[in-house]
C-alpha cells in the first residue's frame, strides 16, 4: 500500500517561503508520476505543478518561477519550495502519486490520473 504523508505547512507573510514535503512509502519517489495540488476554502481543487518519472516538472501560470518541485530520490520524498507567496497561495496543499501512470513530460495535472493522496498540509498567507 502506498503512503504519502505531507508536511511543512503554516502561516507566513506575503513574500515569505515556505517548503513542504511529502515522503512516500510502499513505492518509489523514482521513476513515479508525482504532483501538488491545493484546494482553498470554497475552491475547487486545482493543480500547482508536477515532475514526471525523470524529474522534470511543470508548473501552472500563477506559480511559475517562484514554486519549485523537486525529488529527492535517496529519501522518497517530493518537495514544493514556494518563495514570494501570496495571499491566493493560501490552501491546503496535497501531494499526489501514482506508480502505475505512463507520466507524460513534465508529469500530468489530472488529479483523476493520481490514484494516492496525501492526508494535505495548510498554507496561510497573510497581506
Known amino acids: 500500500q502506498v503512503h504519502l504523508v505531507e508536511s511543512g505547512g503554516g502561516s507566513v507573510k506575503a513574500g515569505e517561503s515556505l517548503r513542504l514535503s511529502c515522503v512516500v512509502s510502499?513505492?518509489?519517489?523514482?521513476?513515479?508520476?508525482m504532483a501538488w495540488f491545493r484546494q482553498a476554502p470554497g475552491k475547487q481543487r486545482e493543480v500547482v505543478g508536477s515532475?514526471?518519472?525523470?524529474?522534470?516538472?511543470g508548473y501552472v501560470g500563477s506559480v511559475e518561477g517562484r514554486f519549485t518541485i523537486s525529488k529527492d530520490n535517496a529519501k522518497n520524498t517530493l518537495y514544493l519550495e514556494m518563495s514570494s507567496l501570496k495571499p491566493d497561495d493560501t490552501a491546503m496543499y496535497y501531494c499526489?502519486?501514482?506508480?502505475?501512470?505512463?507520466?507524460?513530460?513534465?508529469?500530468?495535472?489530472?488529479?483523476?490520473?493520481?490514484?494516492?493522496w496525501g492526508q494535505g498540509t495548510q498554507v496561510t498567507v497573510s497581506s
Open positions: 510502499g513505492a518509489t519517489t523514482s521513476g513515479n508520476c
Open positions: 499526489a502519486a501514482n506508480p502505475s501512470l505512463i507520466c507524460p513530460y513534465g508529469g500530468s495535472w489530472v488529479a483523476d490520473d493520481y490514484e494516492y
Open positions: 515532475v514526471d518519472s525523470e524529474g522534470r516538472p
